[in-house]
């Protein structure tokens, strides 16, 4: 039995300034340039949600499709389209809200909601400079014991 991949295309709309509050201005200005702009600034992403499973035998599905497009739309689009993240967005009141962030923390979002036996893949895409950043879980290497 193989495994077959689902994915739902989407896109949102956010506005974000990059800071670390452990630097100063100058500094922070140098890291993070026009996403350190004081006013805030907008990115377009586009959003691929793969989930990863076996099809089910009776309904021939390894998602409903119509769930997964709700379950993005409730959890992601209506909480983050057209926000600004760092004042609208909880997890990024502490969290820098760089697009590797945004890709964990909608990781982790989708994750809480989905069937454990579905492996899901994030994939962030941020339309204006074709930057693709990708979240998945990532189980740590198990180190054997030395038994010698």
Known sequence: MHKTAIIRCEHF??????RNKNW???KNR???GECNSPNYHWHNYDLEV???GFCDPETGYVIDTK?????????ILD??????????IAQFVELNPTAENIAMVIYKILRAELEEHLKLKITLRNSKKLCRISAQLMHPISKKKDVT
């Open 50 to 52: 793969k989930t990863i």
């Open 24 to 26: 100063d201005n100058e």
């Open 13 to 18: 709309n956010v506005a974000h300034k990059l």
């Open 79 to 88: 909480r983050f389209d057209y926000k600004n993240l760092n004042l609208d």
């Open 67 to 75: 769930n997964l497009s709700s379950l993005i739309k409730d959890k």
């Open 30 to 32: 140098t890291i993070f």
